[in-house]
């Protein structure tokens, strides 16, 4: 979730800590700061530290290309130093193109973006993730034949860049930003249906956007995803210290665990072919 700034080496400590002992998975915010220009390397090295069962190395979608004649990129060479840093198991490369809209100082371009993914994805094990917008079939169905491994949908439901960027746009006095942010607030695909959209590819999902509680993540389970993620669910305690990051996760494993035991689940595999009712407006979204 976070890194490259001061304060980030403490957040990510406790979570790297407290994801090592409850033994979840853990992804670092864009590296972009520290394998471009050196920026805070120890605010993401700290996680390497700690054995968490399963780390992310994360970049953004519009550092692979350039933005403006003679950028640097993060190509092969920075995407190594990027998993190095915090000894990886995965490369995540994230969307946020309707964040980078509302951005006054935002990086537009995402022409070669698809066929940059590629050629990392040749090179790396990559999972791409959006960031509150979810990912279509159509995309990742272009991304899977492009050997991308995994997906984390990231749909709407939870944190809106939209709405994040809207405020700092006002703040700037950037008004064609500031009205964008507005109306573009809630766009995309709610986390759900992205889910239920790319579990037939027959590749690993990670739900997000809006995982709030162990329920949340039971309920990710059995629409077939494999593992569940969050990032606001956790900013509070992880910027509180390492106890409150532990509670927060002892919580949503608990609660996970209550889920199971009343769905009759014995394991994940069990949870994953729960039966499950889809209601409201996912239903209508599916319908089509
Ligand atoms: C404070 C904060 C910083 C984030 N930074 C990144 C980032 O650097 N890279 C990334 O892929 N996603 C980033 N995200 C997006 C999350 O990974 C996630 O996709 C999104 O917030 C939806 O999940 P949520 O509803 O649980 O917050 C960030 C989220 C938050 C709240």
Known sequence: MTGGFPDAKKINENLARAAAEVGVAMGVGSERAAVLKGQYPESYSCVAQYAVPLKFANI?????????PHDQVVGPT??????????????AIHLNFLQEMVQPEGDRKARGVLEQIGVLAAQFPVLVKETGAGISRAVAEDLRDRKVRAFDVSGTGGTSFAAVEHYRAVAQGAEREARVGKTFWDWGIPSPVSVLQLVPLGLPVVASGGVRSGLDVARALSLGASAAGTAAGVLRSASEGYEATRRELDHLVHELKVAMFLTGSRTVAELQRAPHVITGESRQWLSH
Do not use: F, N, S, T
């Open 60 to 68: 953004g979608a519009p550092q692979i290309i350039p933005q403006k």
């Open 78 to 91: 920075e995407v190594r130093a990027a998993m190095e840093l915090i000894h990886a198991d995965v490369l």
